[in-house]
């Protein structure tokens, strides 16, 4: 029997060890009914995350109502007050880098962590990663314009503050970014 439960203690696992090991990509094998255009590994990263506690925003009103439904959580009215962040890397915006909570020292987690789902993890723009859980450099090859991770280092600039980045792709695969990891273009 393999519920609901068990699926996304099975993603859990699989995002703490994308987190502590950036670059590394997992692939989510778990099966969700999924009725939008998403990735099933975005779809099920949010059910693993979310709870009726969380706030998120997204620009897809077929991923909000999914969200919505399978989670409980909040849809939140403002930018600056949202906990995630659900968007296609053709629909990023500027703002969700710019306008987002980004802690404060005293609470340095009390940050906007950005779900992007794009074409490919495999593929694209190569870029060298460093820093905790990496041993001298990552190289990633991702589907993500420099210029969005530009804005992702400019508001990770200030350590401990700063905002985190979750990847996925077509293929359900899935990858993190935390704010304490360098990220340069290759």
């Known amino acids: 029997m ?14 703490i060890n994308v987190s502590s090991r950036p670059g590394h990509i997992e692939t989510v094998e778990e099966e969700l009914s999924n009725y939008t255009d998403f990735s099933k590994a975005n779809l099920l990263t949010c059910v693993t995350l979310f709870d ?12 909000e109502k999914e969200v919505k439904v399978l989670t409980g959580a909040r849809k939140a009215h403002d930018l600056s007050t949202t906990d995630y962040i659900i968007s296609k890397r053709s629909d990023l915006k500027e703002e969700f880098f710019t306008q987002t909570k980004h ?11 950005i779900l992007i789902d794009l074409d490919s993890l495999n593929e694209g723009q190569t870029y060298q990663l460093t ?5 001298d450099t990552q190289t990633i090859n991702i589907d993500l314009d420099p210029s969005w ?5 400019q508001a ?10 979750i990847l996925t792709d077509k293929h359900n695969q899935l990858m993190m970014i935390p704010r304490t990891t360098k990220v340069e273009v290759k």
């Open 2 to 15: 393999n519920t609901i439960v068990h699926k996304t203690q099975t993603v859990y696992r699989q995002l």
């Open 52 to 63: 009726n506690e969380i706030t998120y925003m997204t620009t897809n009103e077929v991923m």
């Open 103 to 113: 802690g404060v020292l005293a609470s340095p987690e009390k940050s906007v962590t």
């Open 131 to 135: 820093g905790p859980g990496i041993k």
């Open 149 to 153: 991770i530009e804005l992702r280092n």
């Open 156 to 165: 990770c600039q200030e350590f401990p503050l700063g905002l985190d980045l």
